[in-house]
Nanobody
Framework: QVQLVESGGGLVQPGGSLRLSCAASGITFNFYIMGWYRQAPGKERELVATISSGGNTNYADSVKGRFTISRDNPRNTVYLQMNSLKPEDTAIYYC???????????WGQGTQVTVSA
């Protein structure tokens, strides 16, 4: 059974930082491109960042220079370091695993991030 379990969300003031974690089980982690997506109230889910097994990264323009995605392959875990947080970063953040060559795609349950004074 595949599980992606996110943690690390919460309430933070503007300008603050949070680190999200996503622990994967039930998949061969190295075969998957890992990503973070987010969905704000009333908006569609959008890409935040992705990272390949080799460490190639991709970021949404809105988070470039503020967020950093990384992965620990032996620990089957992907991280999202979020700095200089803004109120518009408020959303539910979802972990995503996409197989590099098949249609296999999995989602976590999401973790709430709220940026507010």
């Amino acid at each position: 059974q595949v599980q992606l379990v996110e943690s690390g969300g919460g309430l933070v003031q503007p300008g603050g930082s949070l680190r999200l974690s996503c622990a994967a089980s039930g998949i061969t982690f190295n075969f998957y491109i890992m990503g973070w997506y987010r969905q704000a109230p009333g908006k569609e889910r959008e890409l935040v960042a992705t990272i390949s097994s080799g460490g190639n990264t991709n970021y949404a323009d809105s988070v470039k220079g503020r967020f950093t995605i990384s992965r620990d392959n032996p620990r089957n875990t992907v991280y999202l370091q979020m700095n200089s947080l803004k109120p518009e970063d408020t959303a539910i953040y979802y972990c995503n695993a996409r197989h590099f060559s098949t249609t296999a795609l999995f989602w976590g349950q999401g973790t709430q991030v709220t940026v507010s004074a």
